[in-house]
C-alpha cells in the first residue's frame, strides 16, 4: 500500500469485472454483424461506440443503430444482450475487498462505461446479494454520464474537484498504462494493474 493514500478510486473494466470481447465477437459475427465486430474487438473510439461510452447517443439510439447494421433479422433485446456479453462478472473477492475497503476509505469508481454495461453491472455484480452502490462507493464517476473519457486529464480533474479530493492523497488503479500517465500529470498515485494479479496484495 502507498503512504498517505486517503482516497482509492479503482477502474471498471478489466481492473473489477472480467471482460470477454471474443465472446460479443462471436455473437456479432453470428448476426451478420462482421464490421462492427472487428470494431468492438478493438472497441473502436469513433463512431457509435464512442458517441455512446460519453454519453453523446441514448442506448436506444446505439442499440437501434446496431440493429440496422445487422445482415439478420435483430431487435433492440437482443442487441442489448450480444453487446453485454463483452462483461463477464466480477469474482466474488473483489467485491469483497472493495467492500473492506470500503469501510476504511473513501473508494470511488471512474470508469469509461457506457450506459447498458453499468446497468447491466449494477444489477447482477454490485447490487446483488442485497448489497447497495453505497456498500462499495461514495460516488461512480462514468464517462457516459460526464461527457468525458480517459485517458483525457479533465476527467481526473473533474472528479478531483466534484468529490473534494486532493491529488496526492489519491490512488488510481487502471488496467491502462496510458491512463495510469494522464492520472499521474494531475498529480494522483497510481498502480498499473496487471490481469490476473490479486488486488488484495496492493493493500496489505
Given at each position: 500500500?502507498?503512504k498517505?493514500?486517503?482516497?482509492?478510486?479503482?477502474?471498471l473494466?478489466?481492473?473489477?469485472?472480467?471482460?470477454?470481447?471474443?465472446?460479443?465477437?462471436?455473437?456479432?459475427?453470428?448476426?451478420?454483424?462482421?464490421?462492427?465486430?472487428?470494431?468492438?474487438q478493438?472497441?473502436?473510439?469513433e463512431?457509435?461506440?464512442?458517441?455512446?461510452?460519453?454519453?453523446?447517443?441514448?442506448?436506444?439510439?446505439?442499440?437501434?443503430?446496431?440493429?440496422?447494421?445487422?445482415?439478420?433479422?435483430?431487435?433492440?433485446?437482443?442487441?442489448?444482450?450480444?453487446?453485454?456479453l463483452i462483461l463477464?462478472?466480477?469474482?466474488?473477492?473483489?467485491?469483497?475487498?472493495?467492500?473492506?475497503?470500503r469501510?476504511?476509505?473513501?473508494?470511488?469508481?471512474?470508469?469509461?462505461?457506457?450506459?447498458?454495461?453499468?446497468?447491466?453491472?449494477?444489477?447482477?455484480?454490485?447490487?446483488?446479494?442485497?448489497?447497495?452502490?453505497?456498500?462499495?462507493?461514495?460516488?461512480?464517476?462514468?464517462?457516459?454520464?460526464?461527457?468525458?473519457?480517459k485517458?483525457?486529464?479533465?476527467?481526473?480533474?473533474?472528479?478531483?474537484?466534484?468529490?473534494?479530493?486532493?491529488?496526492e492523497?489519491?490512488?488510481?488503479?487502471?488496467?491502462?498504462?496510458?491512463?495510469?500517465?494522464?492520472?499521474?500529470?494531475?498529480?494522483?498515485?497510481?498502480?498499473?494493474?496487471?490481469?490476473?494479479?490479486?488486488?488484495?496484495?496492493?493493500?496489505?
Amino acid at each position: 500500500m502507498k503512504k498517505e493514500i486517503k482516497n482509492i478510486v479503482f477502474d471498471l473494466g478489466g481492473v473489477l469485472i472480467d471482460l470477454d470481447f471474443p465472446r460479443a465477437l462471436k455473437a456479432f459475427e453470428q448476426a451478420g454483424l462482421t464490421d462492427i465486430a472487428k470494431d468492438v474487438q478493438a472497441f473502436s473510439r469513433e463512431g457509435i461506440f464512442m458517441d455512446i461510452e460519453l454519453g453523446n447517443i441514448s442506448s436506444e439510439d446505439f442499440l437501434e443503430a446496431i440493429c440496422q447494421r445487422s445482415e439478420q433479422p435483430m431487435n433492440i433485446e437482443q442487441a442489448r444482450e450480444y453487446w453485454n456479453l463483452i462483461l463477464v462478472d466480477i469474482p466474488q473477492e473483489k467485491l469483497a475487498l472493495v467492500r473492506e475497503l470500503r469501510k476504511k476509505y473513501p473508494v470511488y469508481l471512474l470508469s469509461n462505461t457506457n450506459q447498458p454495461h453499468w446497468e447491466y453491472v449494477c444489477q447482477q455484480s454490485f447490487c446483488a446479494n442485497n448489497y447497495r452502490m453505497e456498500d462499495y462507493f461514495v460516488k461512480s464517476f462514468l464517462s457516459f454520464e460526464m461527457h468525458l473519457a480517459k485517458p483525457d486529464k479533465t476527467i481526473f480533474e473533474r472528479m478531483l474537484q466534484e468529490a473534494g479530493l486532493k491529488a496526492e492523497e489519491t490512488l488510481f488503479i487502471d488496467d491502462s498504462e496510458i491512463n495510469c500517465r494522464a492520472a499521474e500529470a494531475c498529480g494522483i498515485q497510481t498502480i498499473h494493474y496487471q490481469l490476473g494479479e490479486d488486488l488484495r496484495n496492493y493493500f496489505e
